[in-house]
């Protein structure tokens, strides 16, 4: 049996490394169990904070969304403040051009900048670009950069972070999860968070699924591009030291660990259409990623049917910009007792058949 702490963070992703952190300034002992922290989508994300380019629908989620965005700044900073290194946090802005053909993709209050405008705004995007809409409170984060940040502020917090160690199971007793199964032996808490991201199946029936994403970068010496264009079937993220990530394709083909011809070819038509000069860019390479994706596409935060498993996973594509608003609900919820009145719409029971069942995780799909 191995020691035990107060809570057990199951994967060492954005989410459970955040909440990790988050649980260690309240007092809390933590031990992150992590299977690969090369393969969270942490490291494969864009990094882009865009709860408005992203077109969400006024509610529930829209407001998770921007309530991450604004806890963005301070919480890089005390990041920053805690390991000396920075996060590639910048308040950029997001530029979403359009097309002729493209169709209309934001309501509400987002900026329309006429064709003049734009091309002021941003040279050398295509001359098919016949206006755009403006998000100048959208941002990105160095995600690549915010890995190592997480890990080095869980080293400096003394949370237990065994890597290569992967949960197999949960042994259960009366709606209490008693231990975890692991692939070094059983391992025991008084609380689990639950925190695997795309591989969350794997462990318990929530519709959690993998959707891939193909993304390439490019290396620049120019300062061309100094916020986030947003296209039809391309995002280019222009970090500040001239690397451009370009993302991502969105395929529902399971845990394909691969670069495709056919995704990279999509991929380099739309953006080269978009951004021209990208064309002549050297290539630095190319990855994917899985996104975490549920069937309404939000996440599922909060209690779950066990009494001291605690669910912060499926944040599908925008796991990054929720990162602070879920580590900070979740650790609040494990410490005090108390739910945010907001994680009602994120619990696991929308998934959940109307008729009660004798089964904890009995859900509509399954
Ligand atoms: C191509 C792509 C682009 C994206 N772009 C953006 C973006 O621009 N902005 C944004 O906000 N979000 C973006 N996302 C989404 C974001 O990356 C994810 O939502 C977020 O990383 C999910 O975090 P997580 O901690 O839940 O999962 P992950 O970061 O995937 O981490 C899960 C971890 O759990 C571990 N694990 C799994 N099972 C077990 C087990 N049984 N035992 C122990 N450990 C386990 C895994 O090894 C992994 O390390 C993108 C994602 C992709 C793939």
């Excluded at 290569?164 to 209490?176: E, K, L, N």
Aim: with cysteine; proline share 8%; charged share 15%.
């Amino acid at each position: 049996m191995n020691s035990r702490s107060d809570v057990l963070v199951i994967g060492g992703g954005a989410i459970g490394l955040a909440t990790a952190i988050e649980l260690a300034r309240q007092g809390t002992q933590v031990t992150v169990l992590s299977r690969n922290f090369q393969e969270a989508a942490l490291h494969a994300a864009a990094g882009m904070l865009a709860p408005q380019a992203e077109g969400l629908e006024p509610g529930p989620m829209l407001d998770l969304c921007l309530r991450s965005r604004d806890l963005y700044p301070e919480w890089t900073s005390q990041l920053t403040e805690l390991t000396g290194l920075e996060t590639g946090y910048w308040p950029c802005g997001i530029l979403a051009p359009a097309f002729a053909d493209s169709s209309p993709r934001y309501t509400g209050d987002a900026k329309w900048c006429d064709r003049t405008t734009i091309h002021q705004h941003q040279p050398d995007l295509s001359p098919d670009i016949v206006g755009g809409w403006w998000f100048p409170q959208d941002a990105q984060v160095n995600n690549q950069q915010l890995a190592q940040v997480l890990l080095q502020a869980a080293q400096q917090l003394s949370i237990t972070l065994e890597e290569g160690v992967s949960v197999t199971a949960f042994d259960t007793q009366d709606r209490q999860i008693q231990q975890v199964q692991t692939t070094a032996g059983p391992w025991q808490a008084q609380t689990y968070v639950l925190a695997t991201g795309s591989w969350s199946q794997e462990l318990l029936p929530i519709p959690v699924t993998p959707r891939k994403g193909q993304l390439f970068a490019v290396q620049t010496h120019t300062q061309s591009l100094r916020k986030v264009l947003f296209g039809p079937g391309t995002y280019i993220v222009p970090r500040q030291n001239g690397r451009i990530v370009v993302g991502a394709t969105s395929e529902d083909v399971g845990f394909a660990a691969y670069n495709t011809p056919g995704g990279m070819q999509s991929l380099l038509a739309a953006t080269i259409r978009l951004y021209p000069p990208l064309a002549d860019y050297p290539l630095e390479g190319c990855w994917w990623g899985f996104r975490p994706a549920t069937p309404d596409e939000w996440p599922i935060l909060g209690h779950s049917p066990y009494e001291n498993l605690i669910l912060a996973t499926g944040h599908y594509r925008n796991g990054i910009l929720l990162t602070p608003v879920t580590a900070r609900l979740i650790a609040d919820l494990i410490v005090t007792g108390q739910a945010d009145p907001c994680l009602a719409d994120f619990s696991w029971q929308r998934f959940a058949p109307s008729s009660p069942s004798s089964e904890p995780f009995a859900l509509a799909h399954s």
